[in-house]
């Protein structure tokens, strides 16, 4: 069983900067992904970023070019750097863990984080 820990959400200001992180611990596939969704309220939850064990980014179309994914395999870790946030970036920030499954072939989660709220608000 797989548990997630997520720190790094908070307030800040429309052009401002905030750092999430992510650890991991227990078991899981060595072919995996790690990343981040978020759920603003009434919306779906969306794929914001997310980066494979072998070092493939995928990004939402609305954060590409402000925010960066990246992990420590040696942690099991996953960061997102969040750049020129914008109130539509308001939402809870869930980690996760993906593993690749087939037919058809995509990543599903096996393991979320709690969650973590940010607010980008002047």
């Known amino acids: 069983q797989v548990h997630l820990v997520e720190s790094g959400g908070g307030l800040v200001q429309p052009g401002g900067s905030l750092r999430l992180s992510c650890t991991a611990s227990?078991?899981?596939?060595?072919?995996?992904?790690m990343g981040w969704y978020r759920q603003a309220p009434e919306k779906q939850r969306e794929l914001v970023a997310a980066?494979?064990?072998?070092?493939?980014?995928a990004y939402g179309d609305s954060v590409k070019g402000r925010f960066t994914v990246s992990r420590d395999s040696g942690k099991d870790a996953v960061y997102l750097q969040m750049n020129g946030l914008k109130p539509e970036d308001t939402a809870v920030y869930y980690c996760?863990?993906?593993?690749?499954?087939?037919?058809?072939?995509?990543?599903?989660?096996?393991?979320w984080g709690q969650g973590t709220q940010v607010t980008v608000s002047p």
């Open positions: 980066i494979t064990s072998m070092g493939a980014t």
């Open positions: 227990g078991s899981f596939s060595n072919i995996n992904r």
């Open positions: 996760t863990v993906e593993e690749l499954v087939w037919e058809p072939t995509r990543w599903q989660p096996t393991a």
